[in-house]
């Protein structure tokens, strides 16, 4: 089967020096086995962001129930996906797996709820509306740390090819075949989601792979919390089969997957790249529909956005108001006594990528300034949009409890 074998990144490729290319030389340590591809992939699933994936909502949010599906689990369920889809058309499997579970490492807490409400904020500041793939470049460049053997802390520094992959991600568009880009961009030039198609066929797979593991899966979530009921989902059983000549017996995970990664398999070729046939196309555009209509777009979801709302807007305002205090260094160490989540931890975050008068940075970061208070007019409010955008779901619920607590 193997289709995509020559075209698979290696060093054999003609894009090869591209896509392993780093924005710094990366430091090295005595008998490191792995490939490039192979240290991005232990990079990310060592950094904190992929640690906090566990606590940040996929669709349902703070749910007391271990069975529903998290940003974590989604971002593993992909990576599995397209690991076999890769693997079977001959692409590198490394690089695809990289990709994978890295892609979401940007996703604000709450969801594409909080992505909304972030990019409310951002604009109201006359900043870059916030999109979660965007972010997920910006965070595995300035804002993941690792030590060194030295315990020097250093920014990921992830190969093209996997920050390709991260921003060219966006799982929310209809298409039946995803082809790969031809030119090498300069990735700060993207404007919005989806403006490119990735540069290689391995995150053409990632792409495709993201809409496929939450398809029947966000079904599963539903049914368990009685948002939706069998009767629906038969309806949509019926709807699937008069499509196509396959017939379903079931939705859940399991049968959909199966079902798009053997058609993913069979109905790609490098004349049209990553895609499926007509039917499974229409199959999987019926599904989002249902998806949509019944989960995503119903009236809980307004309740639970202007929850939302209310708790980043809160923290955003609390930490603006705060550090527009002349004394704003001495007032968030007084503060921190009664708000330790959210003052501590950003004093702290001020400390690793801030230039700021009357903070010192220790020795041992070796990263990039992000936030340059001398020279940047909106230092203040980037640092406070990426602090907050960081924060897992339970950290940031735990945050807002201190503001409203007396």
């Known amino acids: 089967m193997k289709k995509f074998y020559n075209y698979a990144i290696n060093d054999k490729h003609p894009d090869y020096s591209h896509v392993i290319e780093r924005i710094n030389p990366i430091y090295n340590r005595r008998l490191d086995l792995r490939s490039e591809f192979g240290r991005d ?44 889809i890769a693997s079977e058309l001959g692409l590198n499997t490394e690089l695809t797996k990289a990709i994978a579970v890295g892609h979401d490492i940007g996703h604000a807490p709450f969801g594409h709820g909080g992505e909304k409400i972030l990019s409310e904020i951002a604009l109201k500041y006359n900043l870059t509306r916030f999109w979660h793939e965007k972010n997920s470049l910006h965070f595995v460049d300035q804002i993941e740390l690792l030590q060194d053997n030295d315990l020097n802390y250093h920014n990921l520094n992830l190969t093209y090819g996997v920050r390709d992959g991260l921003i060219s991600h966006c799982g929310e568009m209809n298409q039946q075949y995803i082809q790969k880009r031809e030119e090498y961009i300069d990735l700060e030039t993207y404007q919005y989601a989806g403006e490119y198609a990735p540069f290689t ?63 993913v398999v069979e109905n790609s070729i490098p004349e049209k790249g990553i895609g499926l046939s007509k039917d499974a196309f229409e199959i999987m555009k019926t599904i989002m529909s249902f ?33 527009k205090d002349e004394n704003y260094i001495t007032l968030l160490q007084e503060q ?66 201190e503001l409203i607590s007396f």
């Not at 995503?296 to 708790?311: A, E």
């Open 41 to 84: 992939y232990t990079r990310l699933i060592f950094s904190q962001g992929y640690r906090r994936l566990k606590h940040k909502t996929q669709v349902f949010f703070a749910v007391n129930n271990d069975h529903i599906c998290t940003r974590s689990e989604h971002v593993n369920l992909v990576e599995s996906i397209a690991y076999t």
């Open 201 to 263: 066929y391995e995150g053409c797979v990632v792409k495709m792979s993201d809409k496929i593991a939450y398809l029947a899966r966000d079904i599963e979530d539903a049914l368990e919390l009685k948002i939706i009921d069998r009767h629906l989902v038969k309806e949509l059983l019926e709807k699937i089969n008069a499509l196509s000549t396959y017939q379903f017996t079931a939705i859940n995970n399991g049968s959909i997957v199966n079902y798009f990664i053997n058609n």
């Open 291 to 323: 998806n949509y209509k019944h989960i995503y777009l119903i009236k809980r979801v307004k309740v639970h956005q202007d929850y939302v709302s209310l708790i980043l807007n809160a923290l955003f305002d609390y930490l603006y108001d705060t550090m």
């Open 336 to 401: 921190s006594h009664q708000f330790p989540k959210v003052t501590t931890y950003y004093i702290e975050w001020l400390e690793k990528y801030a230039k700021i008068e009357g903070m010192e940075r220790t020795k041992y970061y070796k990263n990039k300034i992000v936030y340059d208070f001398y020279n940047d007019s909106q230092a203040l409010e980037k640092s406070i949009l990426d602090y907050l955008a960081g924060m897992s779901d339970h950290f940031i619920v735990q945050a807002f409890q």
